[in-house]
């Protein structure tokens, strides 16, 4: 596509209650990089994919988050059992690869989710 | 560890009048530097990338920043600020071997008339 998009943009849920949250990279775009912003605070980073492999997951807050991707292109990120400091806007990126040295990323509008 | 600080939470200047945010990184070596702005309800935008070279680069909406490695900063400046640049600044930090942009807190830009 022609940019990152995700899904959904809002999302109200109920303490304890699952969500997932989609995102769709820019077509031919290797990398992607999902981040929180809490109120306030600037970007967390949480996870990033080469492909459909993530090397590093020690941005995750907890073990209740989980991140997939399939195919080289859509990412979903799963939180379970969610509490209420997961309150946040989760922004998705992507880049071209992370080999060229120059890893310019690609925002997407975020998803912003609350936690009742 | 490294880290990328923003040590201006908010500022507020007045239109017309020069810019500068600042932006400090911690990292080993050079870090490939960026500029972002978040404008209320809308997402990430670059405004400009430091990779090498020329220490003075310029970006997008007449804003320029400088790379000063003796002082490991990367400063954001705009001559004459419209309210239009009324908005979230993001200064970022990534290195090739860690696979991560690392972003500082943010500064808070507020434009008065």
Redesign the interface.
């Known amino acids: 596509g022609a940019g990152v998009s995700q899904s959904p943009s809002n999302k109200v849920t109920e303490k304890g209650k699952d969500v997932e949250l989609r995102c769709d990279p820019i077509s031919g775009h290797t990398?992607l990089?999902w981040?929180r912003q809490s109120l306030g605070?600037?970007?967390e980073?949480l996870i990033?994919f080469?492909g459909n492999s993530a090397?590093?997951k020690s941005?995750l807050p907890s073990d209740r988050f989980s991140a997939e991707r399939t195919g080289g292109s859509v990412s979903t990120l799963t939180i379970q059992r969610t509490q209420q400091e997961d309150s946040a806007v989760y922004?998705c990126?992507s880049s071209r690869d992370?080999?060229s040295?120059?890893?310019?990323?690609?925002?997407?509008?975020?998803s912003r989710l609350t936690v009742l | 560890a490294q880290s990328v600080t923003q040590p201006d939470i908010h500022i507020t200047v007045s239109e017309g009048a020069s810019l500068e945010l600042r932006c400090n990184y911690s990292y080993g070596a050079t870090p490939?530097l960026?500029w972002?702005v978040q404008s209320p309800g809308?997402?990430?935008?670059?405004l400009l990338?430091y990779?090498s070279g020329d220490t003075l680069v310029q970006g997008i909406k007449g804003f320029e920043a400088e790379f000063k490695r003796s002082q490991s900063s990367f400063n954001l400046r705009k001559p004459s600020v419209h309210w239009s640049d009324a908005a979230e600044y993001?200064c970022?930090a990534?290195r090739?071997n860690?696979?991560?942009?690392?972003?500082?807190?943010?500064t808070t830009l507020q434009v008065k008339p």
């Not at chain 1, 040295?101 to 975020?110: E, P, R, S, Y």
């Not at chain 2, 696979?99 to 807190?105: E, M, R, S, Y």
């Open positions: 990398a990089y981040y605070q600037g970007l980073f990033y080469q090397p590093d941005g922004l990126a992370m080999s040295g120059a890893n310019v990323l690609t925002f997407g509008a975020g | 490939y960026f972002y809308q997402g990430l935008q670059l990338k990779f993001f970022a990534w090739s860690t696979g991560k942009l690392i972003f500082g807190q943010g």
